[in-house]
Structures are given as C-alpha cells and as structure tokens.
C-alpha cells in the first residue's frame, strides 16, 4: 500500500516567513495529492489540491509543487500570519487516501 | 449546504463497553469514508462505502469494528467491545461518486476515549 512521510513534524516561523511542508509518497498510482489544514478541535479543512498531471499550483499564499519523479510534493506557505498556526496534513492516493502525520506549525507574531 | 456532520463530538466509555459512532455525510455525496487518527500520529483510513456497499474496508484494525450505511445515507461505526488503543478521533469525509479522488469533506471527528 502507500506510505506518505511528512516532515518537519513542528515547525516555527516568524510572522512574514515563509514555511514549507514536505510530503513523500511510495505508491506510483497516486494521482491526487489534497493538503489539510486543521486547527485546534475543529475538521481537517482542504486548503489546496494537485493532480498527478499538474506539476504547481498556487493560490494567493499558497503553493503546491509535485515532483512525480521524485514521488515528493510540498506546501508552500508565504508571508505567513499568526492564523495560519495549526496542523496541517498532506495526503495521496487514488481510490482512498493516506495521510501524512501532520506538522504543526507555530507563527509568531 | 450542511457539511459532514458526526454524532456524537465526544464519547468517554469504560474499556469492555459498546460505543456506535454516526456520520451523517453531505446530500447527494455517494462516497463516505472513516478515518481515525490516534494522537500523534497520522490520520488512517479505515473503509469506503460507495452508497451502502463497502467498497474498501482494508483498513479496519479487526472485528470489533463494524461498520453499516443501511439505506446508503448516514453510517456508524460500531465498537464492540472497546479496548484502550482505540482510543482516538474518528473522522468522517464524503465526495461525489463521480469523481471519487476530488477532495473529501471532513466532518468535525467524534473524540473517542476508553478509560
């Protein structure tokens, strides 16, 4: 089956910084890669998505890049706010979807 | 719309006791899906109806577990009977039958824990 490794698990940032999640993926027949957002005790909430075709996708702050060759895709959050703090989930798959074990990201202001 | 919804948010039984958790998914969504994640770690598949039929239940831990979408509208899990690790939230997503690999609606987990 698939395996997605996430990392960091914790990650710090200053307000205005930039962060980056990576994820890594083992099974070739993924084709979807969504990232979830979850802050404390609410859903997981998707934040942005990429196809397997796809190889970036941006929205505002937000980027996703792909490398299928590689089997690693990463989130990219710019000019990071204090409410972008919570945990934030990468997943592949394609009939069902594995999750990474989550990085919990901390925005100082 | 109303989102997923999941019954109920928190559930503190005894280990040994019987616990049924209910999701109610989104209208007109086929696919429904269990997920649990164990503190710390990641968040686990554990079955896929498409309407009332499992489609996938690979990810069921052993048979304590049960699942049923009778009707192929809301679902619940049952645990029967309830150990310590299975402690943990037990989410719930739906999606179009359609396309099955857009993005899943997460409900807000029902909050398991066995003491």
């Known amino acids: 089956g698939e395996n997605v490794e996430q990392h960091p698990s914790t990650l710090s940032v200053q307000e205005g910084d930039s962060a980056v999640i990576k994820c890594t993926y083992s099974?070739?027949?993924?084709?979807?890669f969504p990232w979830y957002k979850q802050e404390l005790g609410k859903r997981p909430q998707l934040i942005i998505d990429?196809?397997?075709?796809?190889g970036e996708k941006k929205d505002q702050r937000i980027a996703v890049t792909l490398n299928k060759t590689a089997k690693h895709f990463s989130l990219h959050i710019t000019e990071t706010q204090p409410e972008d703090s919570a945990v934030y989930f990468c997943a592949a798959g394609f009939n069902k979807f594995y999750f990474g074990s989550g990085t919990k990201l901390n925005v100082k202001p | 719309e109303a989102g997923v919804t999941q019954f109920p948010s928190h559930s503190v039984i005894e280990k040994g006791q019987t616990v049924t958790l209910r999701c109610d998914p989104i209208s007109g969504h086929d696919n429904l899906y269990w997920y649990r994640r164990v503190m710390g770690k990641e968040i686990k598949f554990l079955l896929h109806?498409?309407?009332?039929?499992?489609?996938?239940e690979s990810g069921m831990p052993n048979n304590r577990f049960l699942a049923e979408r009778t009707g192929g509208t809301y679902s619940t899990l049952k645990v029967q009977p309830a150990e310590l690790e299975d402690s943990g939230v037990y989410f719930c997503a739906s999606s179009q039958v359609k396309t099955h690999d857009l993005p899943q609606h997460f409900g807000d987990g029902t909050r398991l824990s066995i003491l």
């Open positions: 109806f498409v309407k009332e039929s499992k489609q996938d």
């Open positions: 099974d070739s027949a993924s084709n979807y």
């Open positions: 990429i196809r397997s075709n796809v």
